[in-house]
């Protein structure tokens, strides 16, 4: 796979940018820093094999005049955590996954660097919102029994952006991975936590969710007419927004006495969590998904902390960072081609804890939905293919908006 950056040729000013198409050809990879600012176009065109990767501390935003054409893929995910991946090293900490572009941070496992971290540090919001990530799971001690798993920690929480969103009535089937928020599992259920000194280490809360109102139905930016009665319903947000990044997992304390003696090579550390799902803007006369087009806002996922003994997880898996913020607008928006789950904004997976498993003791929690809308002219829909809703081709579900001047 050839990999492009394009750079420089974003800051071209409008008036003859607008003018210029893009095509990312087959077989590459174009890398975009949202730095350089928007991408103002006559035509986009991600040619099939190809994928356009945005990332940087700014959303993502294309205004083409044209058509924005994708039969390859726009990836705005976050990044994921790699886990824990050093023997005895408590004194260098475990940096959390980038955001997708806008997206927040993972937070950071084994924070403190000369002493004892207590817990891991929570998930960060966007650069742009003041919002808090998952947190971060909670250290954990024993005091009586010198084992490694005695002394597991809490793992940590994941994102959230949106409301949860189960498909399934199983909290943990696989259809609801990154669509319910979860908090970390917590450690060993006689190990002491690091803050509370009671057992069991407690895994790290959900990350602050962007809609408060309690009402699910006006989960986005913009207003739409109301299915049924054709009334205008005005958003929650007052603009879209990234997700927010997985808690830190906390770290396993190798000292059996309080306060805790900082050995440098002693804790088993928790790791650092995936990235919040990015904000991507796509305005256009039209825009087409062929049939292996693909739009990806999914959060980063969750790494797994320290071992001791092969794949044995000591230290506290992360939190899975929250989907980000998917947002189309055109005349025309044709999905009738497109393949189920074409566009995504899910959570990422949370990072492994006791022997290298998945939502068991001290791993971290999966990260919940973002938010997919589409703004179109009143009373048009989206052409979907036949048999299909767009819950079938969009997930989390899209809204159907009118179109917003603002964008």
Not at 270 to 288: E, N, P, T
Not at 375 to 387: I, K
């Amino acid at each position: 796979m050839k990999v492009l950056i394009l750079a420089a040729t974003a800051a071209i000013a409008s008036t003859t940018f607008a003018q210029t198409s893009l095509v990312v050809p087959a077989g590459t990879t174009l890398v975009y820093d949202t730095a350089d600012g928007p991408l103002l176009l006559q035509d986009l065109t991600i040619e099939s094999g190809a994928t356009l990767r945005a990332l940087g501390l700014s959303p993502f935003r294309v205004h083409a005049l044209g058509t924005v054409r994708v039969d390859g893929t726009i990836d705005l995910s976050a990044f994921s955590s790699n886990g824990v991946s050093t023997l005895n090293t408590t004194n260098i900490p475990e940096p959390g996954a980038a955001g997708g572009p806008g997206g927040g941070r993972g937070g950071t496992g084994n924070p403190l660097t000369t002493q004892a971290s207590l817990s891991g540090d929570p998930g960060f919001g966007p650069p742009a919102a003041l919002r808090v990530g998952g947190r971060g799971g909670e250290a954990g001690v024993s005091m009586s029994h010198p084992g490694v798993d005695q002394r597991r920690p809490g793992g940590g929480g994941g994102g959230a952006l949106a409301a949860d969103q189960p498909v399934h009535p199983d909290p943990l089937h696989v259809s609801n991975r990154g669509r319910i928020a979860e908090p970390g599992r917590n450690g060993w259920p006689t190990a002491l936590g690091g803050q509370s000194l009671s057992p069991p280490p407690q895994g790290g809360a959900v990350g602050d969710r962007v809609f408060v109102d309690g009402d699910p139905t006006n989960d986005f930016f913009g207003v739409r007419l109301m299915p049924g009665t054709g009334l205008p319903q005005l958003g929650e947000l007052t603009a879209p927004v990234a997700g927010s990044g997985g808690g830190g997992g906390g770290n396993a304390i190798f000292t059996p006495v309080w306060p805790p003696v900082f050995i440098p090579t002693g804790d088993e550390k928790g790791a650092g969590g995936g990235g919040g799902g990015g904000l991507g803007i796509l305005v256009a006369s039209r825009i087409v998904l062929g049939v292996q087009g693909k739009i990806r806002c999914d959060g980063g996922a969750g790494g797994g902390g320290e071992n001791t003994l092969f794949l044995n997880r000591v230290g506290g898996g992360s939190g899975g960072g929250s989907g980000g913020y998917l947002l189309l607008q055109a005349r025309s928006v044709d999905l009738s081609q497109a393949q189920d789950n074409a566009l995504t904004a899910l959570g990422g997976r949370g990072g492994v804890g006791k022997d290298n498993q998945f939502a068991g003791i001290n791993s971290g929690g999966n990260g919940g939905p973002g938010v997919i809308s589409i703004h179109l002219p009143a009373l048009t829909m989206p052409a979907l293919p036949a048999g299909k809703t767009l819950a079938d081709i969009s997930a989390p579900t899209a809204f159907v908006l009118l179109p917003d001047r603002r964008l």
